[in-house]
């Protein structure tokens, strides 16, 4: 009781002051110790109210059956997800080195370096990512459509199935949306930015936009942080 009485007390002076830590470099220097009792509880606001913690972006350029893709993302990219998802800013680009063409106003058909299952299964990968709206499920969504295509032919509907019995997720409309109009705007938007990206091969990866090659993929996302988590320890 008497904490909480403080704590409203300190709120309500703090923020008539208009005191909030408004970069990362206060907050640094606060977590780094030697806190008066004040600047604690400064501390604790900020994370209340507006905290972030640091986060590292990473993009990915891939086409769903590209072998090295389907490596990078299952034995990479997925268990450094698992480990680093809340500091990590993901944005997937399903689409790699296809082609769009413009047969009408408004109407694209792709041509897929691995054909035309390829572009199915692109769609795919960009109706989950718009259907999930969290993009640490999308990438295990997608994650997983790309482990089942080395079983099978891969991110198709039967692995879109089974990737949904997996992870808890009916694939209806994920499915739906890749055999209509909105796969295939997706597609198309994946593919404008991914020629804005320039890239000349997939995987086409980059860590707070600096290109990486995915050798070293978990080591290289911690070396990237200014204050690593946790996590990192495991990663040197
Ligand atoms: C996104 O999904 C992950 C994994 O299920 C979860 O931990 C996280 O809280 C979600 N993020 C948001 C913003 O809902
Ligand atoms: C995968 O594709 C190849 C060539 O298109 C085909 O011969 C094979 O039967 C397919 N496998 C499965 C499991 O669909
Ligand atoms: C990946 O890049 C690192 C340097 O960032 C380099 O040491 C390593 O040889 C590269 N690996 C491959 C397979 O190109």
Excluded: W
Aim: aromatic share 12%; charged share 25%; net charge negative.
């Amino acid at each position: 009781m008497f904490l909480y009485k403080t704590h409203v007390f300190l709120i309500i002076s703090l923020s008539s002051i208009t005191v909030r830590a408004q970069d990362d470099e206060l907050f640094s220097n606060l977590i780094d110790g030697g806190l008066t009792p004040m600047q604690n509880l400064k501390a604790d606001l900020y994370e209340m109210e507006n905290k972030e913690p640091e986060k590292v972006e990473i993009k990915l350029f891939y086409e769903c059956l590209c072998p090295d893709c389907r490596v990078f993302d299952t034995t990479s990219l997925k268990p450094t997800v698992e480990k680093l998802a809340p500091y990590l800013n993901l944005r997937l680009y399903p689409y790699g080195n296809a082609e769009t063409i413009e047969i009408r106003n408004g109407v694209y058909q792709f041509k897929c370096q691995h054909g035309p299952k390829e572009c199915y299964g692109n769609k795919l990968h960009a109706c989950v990512i718009d259907y999930m709206s969290n993009n640490t499920e999308a990438v295990f969504f997608n994650s997983c459509l790309m482990d089942s295509a080395r079983k099978n032919n891969g991110s198709d509907d039967e692995a879109a199935d089974e990737c949904g019995r997996i992870l808890g997720i009916y694939p209806g409309q994920i499915k739906y949306c890749a055999k209509h109009d909105r796969g295939m705007l997706l597609l198309k938007h994946y593919g404008d930015e991914s020629k804005k990206a320039g890239f000349k091969y997939v995987p086409y990866i980059l860590i707070n936009g600096v290109e990486n090659n995915g050798s070293k993929f978990m080591k290289d996302v911690c070396a990237a942080f200014k204050n690593p988590p946790a996590a990192c320890a495991q990663a040197f």
